[in-house]
């Protein structure tokens, strides 16, 4: 049994990491229609199968991905190292002829992610179907157990050939919630090789909180808010919502429907108020390469990230604090309080184009004697005043003075 302090330092690692890149790649990407085409199709697996014959991955280039997640502020990174469809993008060393190795590509694509990450010091993380069209054992029930033989020996191959990794990824237990997945066997085959890994596996859209097996590290929200948690899980367990940029996790050539940057920024400091990760997906297209829109929206979320990077990673919701509305406070370990503030164009008329007024806001839950409060990102002091009495403080709140700012704003409480 696992003792709780190697536990909690691997929670507070993972969560100090604070965002993260997400990308789905696999042989749906040449279809150009997202990742679930297979099943949205009805695509028997003898037909699909060949799409490995055309499978090329001239424009998969992760050094340069891992330099715009750089640039965003990106810590960690995770990759679809095999998705529903059954196809791996690493070397099977067969077990499989389903492989990125039996492709024209005829190399270790995750070989390749790696050694990106560890250039460019962003900490690699694997995800990995646990379910399978294309294996009969899987898709028709013939024989489930070996079924999970082979993907247990497949996830001990990526823990063993590869160097450190951070964490896997898992996706699918919720397709067949009555068979014997034989959970913690697997995490314990990571455990044994990995031992620092984080263990996430996904419970799928509108599950949160569901737990697979006790080894488990994370609790995923897919696409939603990381609000509700199973109340039964009484173990130390980070959260990370995923998102993606689009309305797809893998490549749609006309989803043009995009979050906007501010969406993006806005929701990643929501995640942050309520303690957990935020996992950004990007969509590489069918030869690899990340649209060059997604790109652009590393490059400006980056400017936020750098901007407030201490509060941003460092820090840890404030108890007790409450706001008029999603503004939330952290404190660092170092004692430091941050108030990120949110919405100024959109909900405050004083605010203008010309940067002309004020707003006052009044927070609740602050104990501490509070000897100035000013902008993280230009030190522009603010007047405030502090009530002991019900542990309030308004502070008037004023705009940059050309009317232009990120939609969430820092302020620095100095005590």
Same mark, same amino acid.
């Given at each position: 049994?696992?003792?709780?302090?190697?536990?909690?330092?691997?929670?507070?690692?993972?969560?100090?990491?604070?965002?993260? *890149?997400?990308?789905?790649?696999?042989?749906?990407?040449?279809?150009?229609?997202?990742?679930?085409?297979?099943?949205?199709?009805?695509?028997?697996?003898?037909? !699909?199968?060949?799409?490995?014959?055309?499978?090329?991955?001239?424009?998969?280039?992760?050094?340069?991905?891992?330099?715009?997640?750089?640039?965003?502020?990106?810590?960690?990174?995770?990759?679809?190292?095999?998705?529903?469809?059954?196809?791996?993008?690493?070397?099977?060393?067969?077990?499989?002829?389903?492989?990125?190795?039996?492709?024209?590509?005829?190399?270790?694509?995750?070989?390749?992610?790696?050694?990106?990450?560890?250039?460019?010091?962003?900490?690699? $993380?694997?995800?990995?179907?646990?379910?399978?069209?294309?294996?009969?054992?899987?898709?028709?029930?013939?024989?489930?157990?070996?079924?999970?033989?082979?993907?247990?020996?497949?996830?001990?191959?990526?823990?063993?050939?590869?160097?450190?990794?951070?964490?896997?990824? $898992?996706?699918?237990?919720?397709?067949?919630?009555?068979?014997?997945?034989?959970?913690?066997?697997?995490?314990?085959?990571?455990?044994?090789?990995?031992?620092?890994?984080?263990?996430?596996?996904?419970?799928?859209?509108?599950?949160?909180?569901?737990?697979?097996?006790?080894?488990?590290? @994370?609790?995923?929200?897919?696409?939603?808010?990381?609000?509700?948690?199973?109340?039964?899980?009484?173990?130390?367990?980070?959260?990370?919502?995923?998102?993606?940029?689009?309305?797809?996790?893998?490549?749609?050539?006309?989803?043009?429907? !995009?979050?906007?940057?501010?969406?993006?920024?806005?929701?990643?400091?929501?995640?942050?108020?309520?303690?957990?990760?935020?996992? *950004?997906?990007?969509?590489?297209?069918?030869?690899?390469?990340?649209?060059?829109?997604?790109?652009?929206?590393?490059?400006?979320?980056?400017?936020?990230?750098?901007?407030?990077?201490?509060?941003?990673?460092?820090?840890?919701?404030?108890?007790?604090?409450?706001?008029?509305?999603?503004?939330?406070? @952290?404190?660092?370990?170092?004692?430091?309080?941050?108030?990120?503030? !949110?919405?100024?164009?959109?909900?405050?008329?004083?605010?203008?184009?010309?940067?002309?007024?004020?707003?006052?806001?009044? !927070?609740?839950?602050?104990?501490?004697?509070?000897?100035?409060?000013?902008?993280?990102?230009?030190?522009?002091?603010?007047?405030?005043?502090?009530?002991?009495?019900?542990?309030?403080?308004?502070?008037?709140?004023?705009?940059?003075?050309?009317?232009?700012?990120?939609?969430?704003?820092?302020?620095?409480?100095?005590?």
């Amino acid at each position: 049994m696992e003792n709780n302090e190697s536990i909690t330092s691997r929670i507070s690692n993972f969560e100090n990491l604070g965002f993260g *890149l997400f990308m789905h790649y696999g042989l749906y990407s040449q279809v150009k229609r997202g990742e679930w085409i297979q099943w949205i199709d009805k695509i028997p697996a003898s037909e !699909y199968a060949p799409l490995i014959n055309t499978f090329n991955a001239d424009g998969f280039n992760p050094r340069e991905t891992m330099a715009y997640a750089k640039k965003a502020g990106m810590k960690y990174a995770v990759l679809t190292t095999r998705h529903h469809e059954g196809f791996s993008l690493y070397d099977t060393k067969g077990l499989s002829d389903f492989d990125v190795m039996h492709s024209p590509v005829g190399k270790d694509l995750i070989r390749i992610y790696v050694d990106a990450c560890n250039e460019f010091d962003i900490i690699p $993380f694997f995800y990995h179907t646990t379910i399978d069209w294309h294996d009969e054992r899987y898709y028709n029930r013939t024989d489930f157990d070996g079924y999970i033989d082979y993907l247990h020996k497949s996830i001990e191959l990526l823990c063993t050939n590869y160097g450190k990794i951070g964490g896997f990824w $898992f996706d699918g237990n919720w397709d067949a919630p009555n068979e014997n997945w034989r959970a913690d066997e697997m995490y314990e085959i990571i455990r044994k090789h990995q031992p620092d890994c984080i263990i996430a596996n996904n419970p799928g859209i509108g599950f949160a909180g569901k737990i697979y097996g006790q080894e488990e590290d @994370v609790i995923c929200f897919e696409q939603g808010a990381p609000d509700v948690i199973d109340s039964g899980n009484t173990r130390l367990r980070a959260k990370e919502m995923s998102q993606t940029i689009n309305s797809h996790w893998a490549f749609w050539a006309k989803d043009t429907s !995009y979050k906007s940057v501010n969406e993006i920024i806005k929701m990643m400091c929501y995640c942050r108020s309520k303690g957990s990760n935020y996992l *950004l997906n990007l969509t590489p297209n069918d030869i690899g390469n990340i649209p060059t829109i997604q790109k652009g929206m590393l490059e400006i979320i980056g400017d936020f990230t750098k901007e407030y990077a201490k509060s941003f990673y460092n820090g840890k919701p404030l108890l007790n604090f409450k706001s008029e509305n999603e503004d939330f406070a @952290v404190k660092t370990k170092d004692g430091e309080i941050y108030i990120f503030a !949110y919405d100024f164009y959109e909900n405050d008329p004083l605010y203008s184009v010309n940067g002309v007024g004020t707003c006052r806001k009044t !927070y609740t839950g602050i104990t501490s004697d509070i000897k100035s409060i000013c902008w993280a990102d230009n030190n522009e002091k603010l007047e405030f005043s502090q009530d002991k009495t019900n542990n309030s403080v308004s502070i008037n709140e004023t705009n940059f003075k050309d009317g232009t700012c990120f939609p969430v704003r820092v302020m620095k409480l100095c005590i």
